[in-house]
Structures are given as C-alpha cells and as structure tokens.
C-alpha cells in the first residue's frame, strides 16, 4: 500500500471525513486553493472534498491540512498561503437568537 507523505516529513499524510482542508482549485488563475471539507476518501490516496457546496475529487497532492474554520468565501485564501501569514480573528456578528462567526 502506497503512503502519502509531505514532502520532508516522513509522517504519513491522511484525512478524516469532516476535516477542514485547502483544496487545488483550477477553475480561476487568480486563486489557486479554496476551502473545502473531506467528504469521503477513495482508495489510498483520492478524496471527495465539498468545495463551495460541489463535490470535488482530489489526490491528497492536491490537498492541504487547514486547522481552522472556513472562514466567508469572499476572504482569499492564496494570500493566506503566500504569506503565511497566522489566522486573524473573525468578526462576531451578534443577533436576538444567535451568535454567528464569519
């Protein structure tokens, strides 16, 4: 059975249905990753990833840990990577019945 790795590491590189990742988008050249949640895994090394409410296939290649929520849509997700930058803490937006996080 063939294991995926990170580059340089020699831990083993695999993800639970549910898990929050950065998924290798190809549909527009000014972002190249988007938010997504593991849906389901095929094989050793394929998964479905929810990606803005569509199901999308992807090697775990094409596939990035992300340990945090998914953050409004309208937030780039490259800028993130590129500057690797830490997570900045989102807005609360509070209402009569609940108490949302953007």
Not at 4 to 19: I, T, V
Not at 43 to 70: A, F, K, M, T
């Amino acid at each position: 059975m063939q294991e995926a790795k990170l580059p340089g590491d020699k831990k083993d590189r695999s993800f639970e249905e549910n898990d929050t990742v950065l998924c290798r988008h190809y549909g527009d050249k000014n972002q190249k990753w988007k938010y997504g949640t593991i849906v389901t895994r095929n094989g050793n090394l394929n998964y479905e990833v929810c990606v803005d409410g569509r199901i999308q296939r992807r090697h775990v290649d094409q596939l990035l840990p992300y340990n945090g929520p998914i953050p409004f849509q309208g937030i780039p997700v490259d800028s993130e990577i590129d500057n690797k930058e830490p997570n900045q803490e989102l807005p609360t937006v509070e209402t009569e019945e609940h108490q949302h996080q953007f």
